[in-house]
């Protein structure tokens, strides 16, 4: 039987890499997977060397954070652009975060007509909201909730405080759902930016003094002891020094479900080193740790970290660059740059980068996310999304990106290989230079539902 399409390539699954290996695609889905000849198709994508990775699954993007819901568009296209077929989409919207069924609804309806890529969605709660909307957030296919510990915006990021963290941590136990944590000790941040304010010094070693480690880790330490007492899978998701891997390890040890994220930018600034050059641009929160880059790629290596994303944002320059550091917008554009940047360092440092990508950027966010087994691995049943990798240098240059942002912290950065093709459910959607994707293509993707969270919500409709 002829298959729809057939990609040869270096095809890198779960268990190894196949050189010469190929993919028969039939409509969405992978059919059937081999080396050597392959079998006959209406079409064949011959990628000679060049790997064939999983489609990536960007862990954390922001495109509803500034732009409002518009911001699906650009940042979907751009993560086609840089072989991201699934984006995992924050709740902080403009202007008002995603934490009501009629919110959800409305950021539903705006990936269908403006995504070119799948999104899940993370939900969340305002400060004291009662954990009811949770069971219906739950209900529509939120893949996990997020939280801030540490007030960024009064309604759009807000502070959530201990108890009720705790109150969400034991839904989130109840419904199999990994809650998120922006995870930074409020009271010593405002303690030390009124502080460091009042000097009318502004640099991004201000900045970094203002949010120690000290602060990350004890909101961690915090949240995984409340999770620890529900059973809850606590999610940390941006983790900036590799003391607060080691926690996690601690944790999970002793048989707790946690999980840790690294967004990209950790593993390649320093503020010593690029604080001077790119100052504001590189203004993150938690901020980027000095001198912990090489001890994050080990966490890396050890395999501690589950995911690795981008935080993409869709801020302008002129949000970071107007006013002085405290004023500057905290966020980077990422999500095209990812995958390169990525493979890059892993390769740097000496890793298996196709094996190590397919794990950190599909299979194991995949899992985490209910996305598992439609998502998440080049396997016979899953959809066909794939990143097309070559190992091409090439000079990253914002100018050319598609986030809609055109400017980057990674500007001028040396990548080892470049996404030449993405496939979205078996249609080509980017050939290394030009989209050929549209808008409205992307799906939402609900979370796959466990036997406990289905019962639990049938009960609470039939008692309702
Ligand atoms: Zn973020």
Not at 5 to 13: W, Y
Not at 237 to 261: D, N, W
Not at 353 to 360: D, I, Q, R
């Amino acid at each position: 039987m002829t298959y729809d399409m057939v990609l040869r390539g270096a095809v890198v699954t779960p268990d190894t890499t196949h050189l010469g290996g190929w993919i028969a695609v039939r409509g969405e889905t992978i059919a059937a997977i081999g080396t050597g000849d392959a079998p006959a198709a209406k079409v064949v994508h011959d990628f000679g060397d060049a790997w064939i990775l999983p489609g990536g699954i960007d862990a954390q993007t922001h495109a509803g954070s500034y732009l409002g819901l518009p911001g699906l568009e650009p940042t979907s296209r751009a993560a086609i652009c840089g072989g991201v077929t699934t984006m995992i989409e924050m709740p902080f919207d403009h202007p008002t975060p995603l934490s009501t069924l009629a919110l959800f609804d409305a950021k539903v309806a705006a990936v269908e007509s403006l995504s070119y890529c799948d999104v899940a969605l993370y939900g969340t709660l305002a400060p004291h909201q009662a954990t009811d909307a949770m069971y219906d957030l739950a209900e529509a296919g939120v893949c996990a909730f997020k939280i801030s510990v540490c007030e960024s915006h009064p309604t759009r990021f807000p502070r959530i405080p201990a108890e009720q963290q705790l109150a969400m941590l034991q839904v989130a136990a109840e419904l199999g759902l990994p809650l998120g944590i922006h995870n930074e000790d409020q009271e010593i941040v405002r303690f030390n930016t009124e502080r460091m304010r009042a000097t009318g010094e502004s640099s991004l070693k201000v900045h970094s003094s203002c949010r120690p480690e000290a602060a990350e880790l004890a909101a961690t330490a915090l949240f995984l002891e409340l999770a620890a007492h529900t059973g809850a899978q606590a999610h940390i998701v941006h983790i900036s020094t590799p003391r607060g891997f080691e926690l996690l390890e601690r944790y999970k040890q002793e048989g707790f479900a946690t999980t840790g994220e690294i967004c990209v930018h950790y593993l390649i600034f320093d503020p010593d080193i690029h604080g001077e050059t790119l100052g504001a641009l590189i203004k993150v929160n938690p901020p980027i740790r000095a001198g912990a880059r090489d001890a994050l790629w080990e966490q890396i290596r050890a395999g501690r970290v589950e995911c690795v994303s981008s935080d993409h944002s869709t801020m302008s320059l002129e949000n970071k660059l107007s006013g002085t550091i405290f004023e500057a917008g905290p966020g980077v554009p990422g999500i095209e740059s990812l995958m390169p940047v990525l493979f890059t360092g892993l390769q740097a440092h000496g890793m298996d980068a196709p094996s190590m990508m397919a794990s950190v950027m599909a299979e194991r966010p995949a899992k985490l996310f209910g996305l598992w087994p439609k998502k998440g691995a080049i396997a016979v049943g899953a959809d066909a999304d794939f990143a097309v990798m070559d190992p091409t240098p090439f000079v990253y240059d914002s100018a050319k990106a598609h986030d809609g942002v055109n400017w980057s912290p990674f500007d001028g950065m040396e990548m080892s290989a470049a996404v030449v093709a993405t496939f979205v459910r078996g249609t080509q959607v980017w050939d290394g230079r030009t989209v050929s994707g549209t808008k409205g293509f992307g799906r939402f993707l609900p979370r796959a539902r466990t036997a406990d969270a289905s019962a639990i919500l049938r009960a609470r409709a039939s008692a309702a």
